[in-house]
Every structure is written in C-alpha cells, then in structure tokens.
C-alpha cells in the first residue's frame, strides 16, 4: 500500500472482525448504514431506542470479512454486543490488534471524512507521526464531526449529532433503532444541534449564553474554536458568551 501524505497523526482505535459466510447479511441487520453499498461506510451500533452504543467505521477486507474500527474503551463492547445477538448467524466475531494513523491528504488507505480535508486512515504502516494532535483536533471540530466522550453517549440522538447525514441509511431492511430514527426523520425534529464557535477560550462543559439564557454547552474546544451544542433557533449572527467571553457561530 503506497501512501502519500502532507501529514500524519496517531489515531487510537479498537477493531472487531466479523468474518464468515453470514457475516455481510448478519452487520446489515445490525447497524445503522448499508454495509452492502460499498468497501468502507460509517455506522452506528444502537439500542432498540436509537441511543448509540458504539460508533464505526465498517471496512470490507474481503468476501465474508469486515473490520468494524471504533473507540479504544468500546472494542469489547462491540465485540460482545454483536456476539450476543448473532443467534444463528454463521459469522465468527473477534477483537484484532492494529495500529492507525490518519494521513492528511493521503492516498491508499481508508478513506476517512472526518477532518474536513481529503485523509485516509492507514493501518499498521506508518511508524511516525508529524502532525501534532491539536492540529487534528482543530480539523475535527471545524469539520464538526461527533468524538464518543465528547459529543457522542448514550444519551445523544444521532441526528443531535448529525450523523444521520453519514452513518444512517433511511432506505436499507430493518435494524434496531431504525423505527425511531425514520419517525425523527419524518415526523420530528431535533431542539440542538453541533455548531462551531469562534471563542478565544473554553473548556468542555461550558454553557453557551445568548443574553441571559442558557442556549448550548461546548463539547470540545483547541484555542480560538469550539464545538458546542447549541439550540436550533438560535441564528448564526446571535451574540454569544461562553464563560464571559464573547463567541459568534463559525
């Protein structure tokens, strides 16, 4: 695998195999977006209720063998999860060791869109990282994009989180969580949403003020930028605080 970069950042990650001849059929039961559409999509694992237990990035290696990349601290709840619901799907489901890296501008590896920027993730092959953490941090919260601790548990709807937009297929056979998410879809709608602030300083669980009222709460933050769940209603020029400083919606 050739690849070419104009930068290079670990990325920490858990993998799951799930390997077999039921293997496609049994991931396109279970999560959220359409395994079968091509070699790489973003998905989520749910509960009944569409509440995310695990986000990931599925990868067909093969006929019959997929690689599920999540967070670090959820491989082995991924891993259990699926294997308790597998029933009589002929598939076996297993944690592998690898390492990633994200290559900024790359080419060769696993696509990925979460820095905004063309980038691929790579798996066992680069042995160092140039590009500092902070810098892909600031690339992720401009390209809002969800962090599990951050802006993604338990208690988040993936459409809060915007990621009914890249890891939820309204179109595909059934899955748990499909029902509520196709009734917000159709029927409802979210009270806040990810935004992106320009503030000079802030800190993870900020509250966001337009006045005096409460309208939001920063997830993340690099100096100069935050992400912040913010109140649908509230437009992009308002006037905003966080912590006493004032902050505008990028």
């Excluded at 029933?87 to 690898?98: R, W």
């Excluded at 935004?195 to 337009?210: F, K, N, P, S």
């Amino acid at each position: 695998m050739q690849v070419v970069s104009s930068g290079v950042a670990r990325r920490p990650r858990a993998y799951v195999r799930v390997a077999g001849p039921d293997a496609e059929d049994y991931l396109q039961r279970m999560l959220s977006n359409d395994v079968s559409a091509g070699d790489v999509c973003d998905a989520l694992l749910l509960t009944s209720r569409a509440r995310v237990i695990a986000p990931l990035r599925v990868w067909r290696r093969g006929e019959g063998d997929f690689l599920l990349l999540t967070e670090p601290e959820l491989g082995e709840t991924v891993r259990a999860h699926l294997t308790r619901m597998r029933i009589a799907s002929k598939c076996a489901i297993e944690l592998e060791e690898h390492s990633s890296a994200v290559v900024l501008g790359g080419t060769g590896g696993i696509p990925t869109r979460d820095y905004g920027v063309p980038a691929v993730e790579v798996l066992d092959e680069i042995a160092d990282a140039e590009a500092a953490d902070e810098e892909l941090e600031r690339l992720r919260i401009l390209a809002r994009t969800p962090r599990w601790g951050r802006e993604i548990d338990e208690g988040i709807l993936p459409a809060e989180a915007g990621l009914d937009e890249r890891a939820v297929s309204f179109t595909k056979g059934c899955y748990p969580g499909q029902e509520p998410l196709s009734r917000l879809q159709h029927r409802g709608h979210v009270n806040r949403g990810l935004r992106v602030l320009e503030v000079e300083e802030a800190r993870q669980a900020d509250e966001v003020y337009e006045g005096e009222r409460v309208v939001g709460r920063v997830t993340s933050a690099v100096p100069g930028l935050a992400l912040a769940y913010v109140r649908v209603e509230v437009p992009d020029g308002a006037e905003l605080t966080v912590s006493g400083r004032p902050a505008r919606i990028h």
